[in-house]
């Protein structure tokens, strides 16, 4: 076979054995070889004959007291480079676009800053009527949709301070004045999977919604945010904004490495 019609082929040995450590990485617990012959969906004697070879080039390794195989030391050296080489906020700015370009809507990409959360991107719709952002806004923790989302996913250590002070604040809604209001909207937010402002944004006659990226650690890491002017954005939750929001935050997030049920806060 000649070079050029085997690069086109590629290496079928090779597909095979990365089909085997997806199975082990989807397993997200060490497994036995039967277990990792189904998940493969090929004997088990193949796939013996496999995990052989990737124990040797270090990406699996086998428990000799109970016989469980698991990813090796070079595997996690592998998915530790490539975390350490994306660029998150990168990542989010293609994010925000691509919604952006979706719903012809102002969005954002916010980050936890040193007291709360902070817009780094934004991008601006095609419409004659926007809501601008700037690029460094720290944005409250109660009153705005990505300020609620971080309240709800943070650490409580981190956000409990925080939020006691707002609560201090005159300018949030009767509603929303006791701890326990507080932290039935964040279980709602956790149960829904994203944020809505519903007319109590910190800006008159501004709604936003917001939905939570969360990191290879099942954390919060960013929020991608859609903001617009009262009455003119949908915010229902079947409607095109929401579903845009939480598919990009997903999306996002799966590239990021998340996977499983995301960290509670403790």
Same mark, same amino acid.
């Given at each position: ?7 086109? =082929?590629?290496?079928? !040995? ?15 617990? !060490?497994?036995? @070889? ?10 088990? !004697?193949?796939? &013996?004959?496999? %995990? ?23 595997? %996690?050296? %592998? ?8 660029? $998150? ?36 719709? $095609? ?14 923790? @109660? ?15 981190? /956000? ?40 109590? =944004? ?6 936003? /919604? ?7 650690? !099942? ?7 859609? /903001? ?18 939480? &598919? =990009? ?9 998340? =996977? ?7």
């Amino acid at each position: 076979m000649s070079d050029e019609l085997e690069g086109k =082929h590629g290496v079928q !040995s090779l597909e095979i054995g990365m089909g085997i450590l997806r199975a082990m990485a989807d397993g997200q617990r !060490s497994m036995m @070889l039967k277990d990792i012959a189904a998940a493969a969906d090929m004997p088990a !004697s193949k796939a &013996h004959r496999y %995990l052989v070879s990737l124990i040797r080039a270090g990406l699996v390794d086998q428990d000799p007291m109970t016989s469980r195989y698991d990813l090796g030391s070079f595997a %996690l050296s %592998l998915g530790l480079v490539a975390l350490d080489r994306l660029d $998150r906020v990168r990542l989010g700015l293609n994010a925000i676009t691509e919604m952006r370009d979706e719903i012809n809507q102002t969005t954002a990409l916010a980050v936890w800053g040193d007291r709360g959360p902070v817009v780094v991107r934004w991008e601006r719709p $095609r419409r004659p009527i926007t809501v601008n952002v700037t690029t460094g806004t720290a944005l409250e923790l @109660l009153s705005t949709a990505a300020g609620r989302v971080f309240a709800a996913w943070m650490p409580k250590k981190v /956000v409990t301070p925080l939020i006691a002070d707002e609560l201090k604040s005159a300018k949030l809604p009767p509603e929303l004045k006791s701890r326990a209001a507080v932290e039935a909207l964040l279980a709602g937010i956790r149960a829904q999977g994203y944020a809505a402002t519903n007319g109590q =944004h910190k800006v008159a006659g501004v709604e936003a /919604v917001a939905a939570p990226v969360f990191n290879f650690k !099942s954390e919060i890491t960013m929020s991608v945010l859609v /903001v617009g002017v009262q009455g003119m954005l949908d915010i229902s939750p079947e409607g095109e904004v929401i579903k845009s929001v939480k &598919h =990009h935050a997903e999306a996002l997030s799966l590239r990021l490495g998340a =996977h499983g049920e995301p960290k509670l806060p403790a």
